[in-house]
């Protein structure tokens, strides 16, 4: 017993020590990758440090890479998603504050925080040692409604961020004009409105017949969001109940069959629940879908409503200020009264009785909301350098 207990002894501490063997090969790879990187942001071709590129799903990340995509000068994502896919996305943020610190990025055009506050305080703080031009993107705060509780830590940190270190940016920007107004009455900080944007040209690409083909669905009422308290799945699921006879389906991250019952107590026999989908699975739903549903507490500029809107599919949203904007106060798709169920069937009913095209969507995202007229506005920005509010 006595042999086997220091056999076993001996075996233990051989495995942890190839871990750490392991861990600091890990580590060490991960740095000079880093430096790597660091040293190609001094060649002079980046013109824009774009970040924090943490968010593993979500607008904010989307948002980035359509800044990248569509702008005319170099921008570089932080962390890259070279990176990113080399070392993980946990060693990226260990190293990006420390290790990007001695780094002067002035020598740039600007650096463009979005919500982290990793990424914006190492904004502020290059700014304020190097005079390095910084703008900062404001997208939706948390607000109680994100929550089935009290507001998680992490959170907080956000909102704080936002409302105490990101109102030192130079240029600061609004995605929509309810929350410009918000920042400026509620909280003194003035910023510049330059909207959420969607992509136009892959909405162009979604395809009713391919979605109805692959579910055996013709007419259908659609949700589009991930299992959120903010999202409200729960008013989709009562309004599958109180409309039997009209197949509904859900399309999201954290959306199951348990789930729906966890949170309703059943399951309509009405509800198709699909999980999540590809970006060009969600077009071809948004492009066969008979009425798209929203039933969100709080948007900043909802990206799926304007993507409706592109492929003209009728809308019923809430009466929530980043909703009401994206459809014009009505004049782009119904609106109920958020928490009224028989309001919202009742505008349901009434959305699949018009036909596709009555409310003339598309024509007004083309013209204001492609990324490609949106991000040339950034780009302005990027160039003069000036402080901005």
């Known amino acids: 017993m006595r042999l086997k207990n220091r056999i076993n002894g001996t ?32 060649d002079g071709r980046v013109q824009v440090l774009l970040g924090g590129n943490f968010a593993e799903y979500g607008g904010v990340q989307g948002h980035l890479k359509a800044i990248q995509r569509n ?11 070279e990176l990113i896919k080399k070392i993980t996305l946990y060693q990226c943020q260990l190293r990006i504050a420390s290790l990007l610190r001695d780094f002067d ?25 190097y005079g390095t031009f910084w ?16 507001l ?19 240029a600061k920007i609004s995605v929509s004009l309810w929350q410009q107004s918000e920042l400026r009455d509620q909280h003194g900080i003035d910023t510049i409105y330059i909207p959420n944007g969607v992509d136009v040209s892959r909405c ?12 055996a669905l013709d007419q259908f009422v659609l949700y ?21 006879e009209i197949p509904c389906v859900m399309i999201g991250g954290g959306l199951k069959p348990e789930r729906i019952v966890e949170l309703c107590g059943s399951v309509p026999r009405n509800l198709c629940i699909l999980g999540p989908k590809s970006a060009a699975e969600v077009h071809d739903a948004l492009a066969a879908a008979s009425v798209v549903v929203v039933t969100s507490k709080r948007e900043g500029l909802p990206t799926l409503v304007l993507e409706a809107m592109v492929h003209e599919t009728p809308l019923v949203v809430p009466d929530e200020a980043g909703c009401l ?16 169920l028989e309001d919202l069937q009742k505008k349901v009913i009434a959305a699949l009785s018009r036909k596709r095209a009555t409310y003339g969507g598309n024509p007004h995202v083309c013209e204001n909301y492609d990324w490609r007229t949106v991000v040339p506005q950034l780009d302005e920005v990027y160039c003069r350098r000036e402080k901005l509010s």
């Open 71 to 81: 702008s005319a000068m170099k921008v570089e994502l932080a962390p890259p998603d």
């Open 325 to 340: 904007e994206a459809v014009n106060q009505g004049q782009y798709g119904q609106i109920y009264r958020l928490g009224d």
């Open 105 to 129: 990025a002035s020598v740039l055009n600007a650096v463009h925080s979005h919500v982290f506050p990793l990424f914006t305080d190492w904004c502020f703080f290059q700014q304020q040692q």
């Open 11 to 42: 075996l233990n501490r051989v495995r942890h020590e190839y871990s750490m063997w392991r861990y600091r090969q890990e580590d060490s790879r991960a740095d000079r990758l880093f430096q790597q990187w660091i040293r190609q942001l001094c």
């Open 152 to 170: 998680e830590p992490w959170m907080l940190q956000i909102n704080e961020s936002l409302l105490k270190t990101a109102c030192h940016a130079d």
């Open 204 to 215: 162009q690409l979604g395809s009713a017949a391919r979605f109805r083909s692959a579910h």
């Open 135 to 150: 703008i900062h993107t404001y997208h939706l705060n948390y607000y109680p409604e994100h929550c089935r509780g009290d």
């Open 224 to 244: 589009v969001g991930r299992d959120d308290p903010v999202k409200n799945p729960e008013e989709f699921v009562q309004l599958a109940l109180r409309i039997p």
